[in-house]
């Protein structure tokens, strides 16, 4: 299937389009690097992920991405130990693909913050 058979959007415009994308990206061999899992008192009700360092700023480098994508806004994130979703809207039409953005923003992360973290890891990319 090439990118203009989508029926939702239009000819030309596939992954550029005006939409909402969900979007998940992934650790590196699925290391827990960005939080904790944290139940308190064993109750699953109140589980919830206590962000480290790194995951705080895969966070912020999130909202870095919208300020240099206005056309990307963020509807809500969720950041698991090891991965992050994300569900993103491109209000207009965008030059670049959004999968395109979020790789740059990913691997620019994988190569920048987790090198200032000093942590090792093998080779990433979005899923």
């Given at each position: 299937m090439t990118e203009d058979q989508w029926q939702w959007q239009e000819p030309g415009t596939a992954w550029r389009g005006v939409g909402i994308y969900h979007i998940t990206l992934t650790v590196p061999s699925r290391q827990p690097l960005l939080g904790t899992l944290v139940t308190p008192q064993n109750d699953p009700s109140q589980a919830r992920?206590?962000?480290t360092a790194l995951g705080n700023a895969v966070v912020d480098e999130?909202?870095?991405m919208c300020?240099?994508?206005p056309?990307?806004?963020i509807f809500q994130f969720c950041l698991m130990p090891d991965h992050l979703h994300a569900?993103?809207?491109v209000t207009r039409v965008m030059?670049?693909?959004i999968r395109s953005v979020i790789r740059g923003y990913w691997l620019s992360f994988v190569s920048d913050i987790l090198t200032n973290f000093n942590v090792a890891?093998?080779?990433a990319s979005p899923t």
């Open positions: 992920v206590e962000r999130l909202y870095v300020k240099h994508y056309a990307i806004r569900v993103i809207q030059d670049t693909s890891v093998g080779s």
